[in-house]
């Protein structure tokens, strides 16, 4: 079983960057895809990108290609999405999740999620 904790998360003028962490628990991290999915009020959570098991592979929503880029650690069991030339249409809570599956880019998809980390981009 994964746990996941976000952390990075803050307030940032568009066209600034920010770098989100997850940290996740357990042994078999190494196993799971890793995703970032975003969401803001009354709005269905969305797919932002996702992450191989080996970091070999990475998957991105079309909004954010070019702008966003996730990579993972094993040893530190961290999965990092860093986001630059932010926009304030990004400004959403921002989910970890992992999943065996891959590619993964729904969110039924995904079994294990983190409580998220706020993101908010001023104009």
């Known amino acids: 079983q994964a746990q996941l904790v976000e952390s990075g998360g803050g307030l940032v003028q568009a066209g600034g960057s920010l770098r989100l962490s997850c940290a996740a628990s357990?042994?078999?991290?190494?196993?799971?895809?890793m995703g970032w999915f975003r969401q803001t009020p009354g709005k269905e959570r969305e797919f932002v990108a996702a992450v191989s098991r080996s970091g070999g592979d990475t998957e991105y929503a079309d909004s954010v290609k070019g702008r966003f880029s996730i990579s993972r650690d094993i040893a530190k069991t961290t999965v990092y999405l860093q986001m630059n030339s932010l926009k304030p249409e990004d400004t959403a809570l921002y989910y970890c999740a992992a999943t065996r599956t891959w590619i993964a880019t729904m969110t039924s998809e995904y079994r294990y999620w983190g409580q998220g980390t706020q993101v908010t981009v001023s104009s």
């Open positions: 357990g042994r078999t991290f190494s196993t799971y895809t």
